[in-house]
């Protein structure tokens, strides 16, 4: 079981790695092409595209990957259950894409095409299946699935995207790319399983359900209304666009960390319906110690190279998001350890009440501060309230979940990767000072950086999680 787990999570790192190089090689193109303001329209149509995708999708997504993961073994139950949830699918997206024309009616004169899109980004969305997928934890599957289907995206962004003008067949690559999955989702789904004709019961479902629509609700209201606030306040696609950008920066760099959330969603379930509390206890500690050793070095190196990362990603008309990064430079740390909290701890041990109080009481700060700080300080506003949110909410889920599980916090190793990462500073001054060229820089600070991190952590101070890594990497080379 723990190779398994150990060749899921290579899998799943290896699609997070194909997420952050995407942007990273088509970013410094698109910034370039449509500018700030550009960008500001579709990324502010997406976000509103975003919440009413949490209604079309009403909670399913966590649920039915737990779920799945309870009848793996079943055929019956597991094709009766997944005909349940398509039905119920299916009423909520139609009813979201309602509620979104309904929502964005004075938008459609503007932008049509945009609007059009994200009505067809909720209802294509809505049927991924990427529940099913991780649910039966066909992660090699999903790696080489999504790596093809973003080498498609990156393909046609070169080709299509040409002018400033271009940012409505921009947004329409996205959607081109989310029915290539879904179709290949769907597939598989189809061959995997036998839908007998029997009765299905969707009432069942309705109140697990309830609760995790309303805590993805919640979610929704401090992901996205901070950038559907801005725009409403300050009316200013600039900041939007600036934010977005800088906002969109540092989660690329999330999604590696998250990677592992995902991967072990369906495991710890299944742990958790045997109540094998112990071997839960084991994989949070792991959890967390490489969740530090991974996670603090990439926060402190967007907080210090944000200059360098803004101007060789985005260009110089993006050069103002670069305080808004550094504000928002530690949230990759901060929601990866509220990811282990909610979906290691709660979600599997059935406690989504008291996850739903934490992400309300997120809601309540996010909104508080967005509306006092943004008609002051704008995107900067914005970026503060985000990351006081994520805390606020890390905090809260933190202890929701040491009550469920304890698990043993390696103190030492919070120091050492401390001590590590502040040697990054001293070490990206004497970068800044030898080179002039912003990409020269970002490539001997990272370089170097890294190099020094390893030396320390792996023959200084002998991290476990380096060590195991390289374990397992030999055990790999040897097959």
């Not at 039915?64 to 019956?76: K, L, N, Y």
């Not at 080498?151 to 790319?177: E, H, N, P, Q, R």
């Amino acid at each position: 079981m723990v190779a398994q787990l150990k060749n899921n999570i290579v899998w799943q790192l290896l699609l997070s790695a194909s997420q952050v190089l995407l942007p990273l090689v088509t970013w410094p193109y698109i910034t370039r092409v449509l500018g700030p303001e550009n960008l500001g329209k579709v990324n502010y149509i997406d976000f509103l595209c975003q919440v009413f995708m949490i209604v079309a999708s009403f909670g399913i997504p966590f649920y039915a990957t737990r779920e799945i993961s309870f009848v793996r073994g079943d055929t019956r139950k597991r094709g009766l259950l997944i005909k349940e949830l398509i039905v119920l699918q299916g009423i909520f997206a139609f009813i979201a894409a309602g509620l979104f024309a309904i929502v964005t009616y004075k938008s459609w004169a503007a932008q049509p095409m945009l609007c059009l899109f994200g009505l067809c980004n909720i209802l294509i969305g809505s049927f991924t299946y990427e529940w099913y997928v991780q649910g039966m934890e066909h992660f090699k599957f999903a790696a080489i699935r999504t790596i093809f289907a973003r080498m498609l995206i990156l393909v046609c962004f070169f080709i299509l995207v040409k002018a400033s003008s271009d940012y409505d067949i921009y947004y329409a690559i996205f959607t081109f790319g989310m029915i290539v999955i879904a179709f290949i989702n769907a597939v598989k789904m189809i061959k995997e399983n036998s839908f007998e004709a029997s009765n299905i019961h969707l009432k069942k479902h309705l109140t697990p359900l309830w609760h995790f629509f309303l805590t993805s609700s919640a979610i929704t209201i401090y992901i996205y209304f901070d950038t559907i606030l801005l725009q409403f306040i300050t009316k200013d696609e600039l900041q939007v666009g600036l934010y977005t950008t800088a906002l969109k920066m540092v989660k690329i760099f999330l999604t590696v960390i998250i990677a592992l959330s995902t991967v072990l969603l369906p495991r710890m379930s299944y742990l958790a319906n045997e109540n094998k509390r112990e071997q839960i206890s084991t994989f949070l500690t792991k959890y967390f110690d490489l969740v530090l050793t991974a996670g603090l070095p990439v926060c402190v190196g967007l907080f210090i190279l944000s200059p360098e990362i803004i101007d060789v990603i985005a260009g110089g008309m993006f050069s103002e998001a670069v305080p808004l990064m550094r504000a928002l430079s530690f949230l990759p740390l901060i929601i990866a350890c509220s990811n282990m909290f909610c979906f290691q701890v709660l979600v599997p041990f059935k406690q989504e009440k008291k996850f739903l109080t934490a992400v309300i009481a997120g809601c309540a700060v996010s909104l508080s501060l967005n509306f006092i700080l943004i008609p002051v300080y704008a995107a900067q506003g914005a970026a503060y309230a985000s990351t006081a949110t994520e805390l606020v909410v890390t905090v809260l889920t933190g202890v929701m979940a040491f009550k469920i599980i304890p698990w043993k916090m390696n103190k030492k190793l919070v120091v050492q990767t401390m001590a590590t990462t502040i040697l990054f500073i001293p070490l990206v001054l004497a970068c800044r000072s030898v080179f002039s060229s912003s990409i020269v820089i970002l490539c001997a600070s990272i370089g170097s950086a890294t190099l020094l991190y390893f030396f320390i952590q792996y023959y200084v101070f002998k991290n476990a999680v380096l060590l195991e890594a390289k374990l397992y990497v030999q055990q790999l080379l040897k097959r």
